[in-house]
């Protein structure tokens, strides 16, 4: 039995799900209703997977970056200096807006990150709903850290706040925060970024800073008089994590198999996810979406609702006894590990999509 | 001041002048840019100014996995987007660039020269296909460049194997930017 040891990012995920269970008491405090039950399960079951495959994963950001630092880095910096850190954090958040718009403008990479939107809800369940595929190109674009000799460490962790920050503006029990708005990103500003409302798309790309939107002309604030939709333009329909990280990766493939020449091929990928071979590259206005194309059960019976729980809880179980004990394991047994959460996820969420349908109530 | 810090001096002033040139379309003037940035990094280093050796590795190693297939994609076909649009050319460019430091992370040294290499064979086939005379010297100029420098050719103490590689590849940009700037005017 391998040595079980406990190390932050273990403790992350309680204290996430936890956080998860008081926005919802303090909504159901509040009259207000911002959570719906398959969908927030679903989330939280994304999320305990992509940790599954991003624990090995990461790993490759994390040699390619030490491996750069280590060839090119050309800078000595003091990690007990403040500015260092302060400065990193300031560099990374720059380039993760990079990241975070590349993600939704270059369709091979809107093919991951399409996860992360993929549900109809807006709240702290979402910042969960992570993508499994993600790793593979977000490390090219933190390169730069590295080339000016940024040490690994610095790097994992101004990567962890920027990351842990975002948790928290996925709600929508907070209001607009006054001059706040103006420099950080919110909950307000982060739902723009959340809606599919037309003036919504491709908006608020920021991590923790939102002047690097008002600086490249990508920031958009929350307007009172037209409450936001939340979720895809095309529904995902769909309670399966594996589906919500493949779906757009199947119909990308799909679309290019469909394409006549090369040139369009390689459209289908590197432009962006309105691209179509007719000229066409705007986005489908939301007035044109169909509204009832929801074919889940809105009320959610017993049976449902336990093997849920059941499932994420021993979920969330297994995850935290494999990141306490994967340091112990191999790098093919680690893989083998995500490979089989992968494989259990697929099932279960195959057996709760179809358990939730209409068409299997009646 | 050395003599590397002259040649690369002349090669900055040619990839400026070409990256900055708005008549020459944007794939061509990101890989002007890269080559740029690296010859910029080798001035202050060799004239002593402000030597940033790893930094200026890191962009020459940028210019040889990306800005080289850059410039060859955008001889090759010229109308496409890649060639025309800043958004594909600069994809292309950081797909390229992560290429080159993967191999360069599993230590497959060979990466950079095969990728240059490759790139400036594939425009002087081209511009023997073609007929195309600018390309051709150009292109034979940039596999001067590659070729000299990986053999580390050097003449007498005059000239070390870095000057043939910067002399070389400011006189084929150059050729290359003229060329590509008159095919935009004719389009024009």
Redesign the interface.
């Known amino acids: 039995m391998p040595e079980f040891v406990l190390s932050p990012n273990i403790l992350v995920v309680p204290i996430l799900i936890s956080l998860v269970i008081v926005e919802l008491i303090i909504s159901k405090a509040m009259g207000r209703s911002v959570y719906n039950f398959q969908d927030s399960v679903t989330s939280i079951n994304i999320g305990i997977m992509s940790q599954f495959v991003n624990a090995t994963g990461a790993v490759i950001s994390a040699f390619m970056y030490a491996v750069v630092e280590m060839k090119y880095g050309t800078f000595e910096w003091d990690m007990a200096n403040p500015l260092t850190w302060i400065f990193a954090l300031l560099l990374y958040d720059f380039l993760y807006y990079w990241v975070h718009r590349t993600g939704h403008e270059v369709n091979m990479f809107w093919a991951s990150h399409i996860t992360h939107h993929s549900s109809d809800e807006f709240n702290l369940s979402t910042a969960l709903r992570q993508a499994s595929t993600g790793f593979y190109f977000k490390w090219i674009f933190y390169m730069p850290l590295a080339v000016l000799g940024i040490p690994v460490q610095v790097f994992v962790v101004v990567g962890l706040i920027d990351l842990l920050y975002q948790v928290w503006v996925h709600t929508r029990l907070v209001g607009r925060l006054g001059w706040i708005e103006y420099v950080l990103v919110t909950p307000s500003n982060h739902r723009v970024h959340h809606g599919k409302n037309d003036y919504c798309i491709d908006k608020n790309y920021g991590g923790i800073f939102c002047v690097w939107d008002r600086m490249f002309g990508t920031y958009a604030d929350e307007r009172a008089d037209e409450p936001i939709v939340y979720g895809l333009k095309k529904k995902l329909n769909s309670w399966n994590p594996v589906w919500s990280n493949l779906h757009y990766w199947v119909s990308m493939f799909k679309k290019a198999g469909q394409q006549a020449n090369w040139g369009d091929k390689l459209m289908c990928f590197f432009a962006p996810p309105a691209w179509s071979p007719d000229g066409k590259s705007a986005p489908t206005p939301l007035a044109e979406i169909p509204a009832t194309d929801d074919v889940f059960v809105e009320k959610t019976p017993l049976p449902v609702k336990v093997s849920g729980l059941a499932m994420t809880v021993l979920s969330a179980a297994v995850l935290v006894f494999y990141l306490g004990t994967k340091q112990q394991l191999s790098g093919p047994v680690q893989i083998l590990c995500a490979a089989s959460a992968v494989c259990a996820f697929a099932l279960l969420g195959f057996f709760w999509t179809q358990g939730n349908k209409k068409e299997l109530e009646r | 001041m050395n003599s590397l810090a002259i040649t690369d001096s002349l090669l900055l002033i040619v990839t400026f002048l070409i990256a900055y040139g708005a008549k020459h379309p944007p794939s061509i003037r990101i890989a002007a840019g890269l080559f740029a940035a690296a010859a910029f990094l080798g001035v202050l280093r060799f004239t002593g100014i402000l030597p ?1 050796p ?2 200026h ?2 962009f020459s190693g940028l210019g040889a996995t990306s800005a080289y297939p850059l410039l060859t994609a955008t001889f090759l076909f010229p109308s ?2 890649l060639a025309n649009q800043w958004r ?1 050319s600069s ?1 292309f460019a ?1 797909i390229a ?2 290429l080159g ?2 191999a ?2 599993l230590e497959v040294g060979i990466w950079a020269n095969a990728v240059a290499l490759t790139s400036v064979a594939a425009l002087f086939l081209r511009s023997i296909l073609f007929r195309d005379l600018l390309v051709l010297i150009g292109s034979m100029s940039l596999l001067a460049a590659v070729v000299l420098f990986a053999l580390n050719v050097s003449f007498a103490s005059l000239l070390k194997p870095g000057d043939f590689l910067h002399l070389f590849m400011a006189v084929g940009l150059a050729i290359l930017g003229v060329k590509s700037r008159a095919r935009e005017s004719q389009a024009a």
Do not use: D, K, N, P
């Open positions: 940033l790893t930094m590795s890191f496409s987007v594909f994809i950081v660039g992560a430091l993967v360069s992370a």
